[in-house]
């Protein structure tokens, strides 16, 4: 039996992925939403995507509060998920990449805290001083101290190879599977960075991949793996 449970484990398979994918759209939905065509075009010229994120939620507070806090829960549901895929390969190769995604999880809750901090400076400064503010200090902010958190950051980017690679090994992912599943780990992290539509859609894949296993999780335990690995051309 996998921790904490095989029916618990399942449900993490689609809940962690799904809320990730909700928090993603949300985010994407924002500027199309919140902001007018010129004032969409005003944020696309910018270096960094924090102004428009940060005029956004000047805008409608409301709207960006939900999007990032549905995109926090994600993050944090995401941890279970790959904690039960990592046990699910059983192999030290699965091991080491989930702990690579998982350290790339921290990071986004730390960007998280680093963004909830910058939309807060927009209360008080209002968003033109704030935006000024944040910016003038964007990347030590977004490095955070030590550089600790942009380190871990890049954690998912191998963790994802490493993952799809364990899961093809051992049987539980054919090729394209394994293929598929590194592309929501190419998502790029930091701090008031905005979601493109590719972000959800990469991630929703993710999902659509991990139901399957939950369900025969969920019915009879584990998936047997097979005893050789699949053909190159193979699911």
């Known amino acids: 039996m996998l921790l904490p449970g095989n029916r618990i484990a399942a449900l993490t398979l689609i809940v962690g992925p799904l809320t990730w994918c909700a928090g993603l759209l949300l985010r994407y939905l924002l500027t199309e939403v919140i902001l007018t065509p010129g004032q969409r075009q005003w944020a696309a010229a910018q270096d960094f995507a924090g102004p428009g994120q940060l005029l956004a939620y000047s805008l409608n507070p409301d709207l960006v509060t939900l999007a990032y806090a549905v995109f926090v829960l994600g993050v944090v549901l995401l941890f279970p998920t790959y904690l039960t895929l990592a046990q699910l390969i059983g192999t030290r190769l699965a091991y080491w990449g989930a702990t690579l995604v998982i350290a790339g999880l921290f990071a986004r809750l730390y960007f998280a805290g680093a963004d909830q901090t910058a939309f807060q400076l927009t209360e008080v400064l209002g968003v033109a001083e704030a935006t000024t503010t944040v ?22 980017f191998l963790g994802g190879i490493l993952l799809a690679a364990a899961a093809w090994r051992t049987g539980l992912f054919g090729t394209a599977r394994a293929l598929l599943i590194v592309l929501p780990h190419l998502t790029w992290m930091g701090v008031l960075k905005a979601a493109t539509l590719s972000d959800p859609i990469v991630t929703i894949l993710l999902t659509a991949i991990l139901a399957p296993i939950a369900l025969h999780l969920h019915r009879s335990g584990p998936p047997p793996l097979p005893k050789t690995r699949p053909t190159l051309l193979s699911w």
């Open 135 to 156: 910016m003038s200090q964007y990347v030590d902010i977004s490095y955070g101290p030590w550089r600790v958190p942009v380190w871990c950051s890049a954690g998912p």
